[in-house]
């Protein structure tokens, strides 16, 4: 080897070494300040309570405050693209949907973000199924009737989402699809605004989160027909799950989990994961989470994104069948 060439990889050598001494001193230090957690929808709506549980959590863990910033827009690409191109440095985090990661991919042909390749993978944190609610102006008191009225009544009934390509619209037009009728989609800016016009009867229905509408579906001010997932939901033991109420195969169960942009140091992650296993064991959160039918959970960063990359091909197809578009 000559002598230009050695200096040179002795120079290479003591810059990597300097980098992870650097990047090492910054991770034992991490954090020293506040963090802040973006979230792709508005306040009030599903994914923002459940943020903001999660940010109380991650505070408690870390020594140091996590502010929620919400990002409302385009299916929460938004918001997506904004924390893919923020500094890695662990101070910028990401509130993940099934929506973000694994419906948008299939839903927006010029994504300007990578869902896996973007974003370093710290733990998923909650798995939601969703319920189908009407406005009790619409006569259907099960899924086979309001089945039965969709068909008898083609785009009249309208249903409402957080978002064009947000899960609450793929789980409206999975089901038009499978049911066979035509429904016409309302696409909101979030789960909030979403509420306001569900409650007015502005439209026939939705299906969102159960925390967003349980204290309505107590009152009487909507109607709940069905959940989306394949069991009955424990808050609401008396609701069936829409595959067994009409409509066989039917299946949707909502998950958000915690993401940081790719580049952050290898311990920061480790030191987030830490965080979010100890913060969602907490079993007084637990149980708060399950009486609004949400699970908190964890995994490990590999199994978080093992997941995504299983879930985009599903979806995918869930698109390609129900023949959903962002309008």
Not at 81 to 103: C, K, N, R, S, W
Not at 118 to 132: A, G, K, M, N, Q
Not at 170 to 189: E, Q, T
Not at 259 to 268: S, Y
């Amino acid at each position: 080897m000559g002598f230009h060439r050695r200096r040179a990889c002795l120079a290479l050598t003591q810059a990597a070494l300097l980098l992870a001494v650097a990047g090492g001193a910054g991770a034992a230090g991490f954090p020293d300040r506040a963090l802040r957690l973006v979230v792709p929808f508005p306040a009030g709506g599903a994914a923002d309570i459940m943020a903001r549980g999660l940010a109380q959590q991650l505070t408690e863990q870390l020594g140091q405050q996590v502010v929620i910033e919400n990002r409302g827009g385009a299916g929460g690409t938004t918001a997506a693209e904004a924390v893919a191109h923020a500094a890695p440095d662990g101070y910028t985090l990401f509130f993940a949907t099934m929506g973000t990661q694994a419906i948008n991919p299939s839903l927006y042909p010029k994504l300007r973000y990578d869902p896996i390749k973007d974003f370093e993978y710290v733990s998923l944190t909650h798995t939601t199924p969703r319920v189908l609610v009407v406005h009790p102006s619409v006569p259907a008191k099960t899924v086979e009737e309001l089945i039965a009225l969709a068909k008898a009544q083609p785009g009249a009934l309208t249903y409402g989402s957080a978002g064009n390509g947000s899960s609450s619209h793929l789980s409206g037009a999975l089901f038009a699809s499978m049911a066979d009728v035509r429904l016409l989609h309302v696409p909101y800016k979030g789960s909030a605004p979403l509420l306001n016009d569900v409650l007015a009867g502005r439209v026939s229905m939705t299906f969102d989160s159960y925390a967003v509408y349980a204290e309505h579906i107590r009152s009487g001010k909507v109607r709940a027909l069905g959940v989306t997932s394949l069991k009955r939901m424990s808050a609401l033991p008396d609701v069936p799950a829409i595959a067994e109420a009409g409509l066989p195969g039917y299946d949707v169960s909502n998950w958000l989990g915690l993401l940081a942009p790719r580049g952050t140091p290898a311990a920061v992650v480790d030191r987030l994961h830490g965080a979010v296993v100890r913060g969602m064991a907490d079993e007084s959160a637990r149980r708060r989470l399950a009486g609004m039918g949400i699970e908190a959970t964890s995994s490990t960063p590999a199994e978080f994104v093992d997941m995504v990359r299983a879930e985009i091909p599903k979806w995918e197809a869930v698109v390609k069948k129900s023949g959903a578009t962002v309008d």
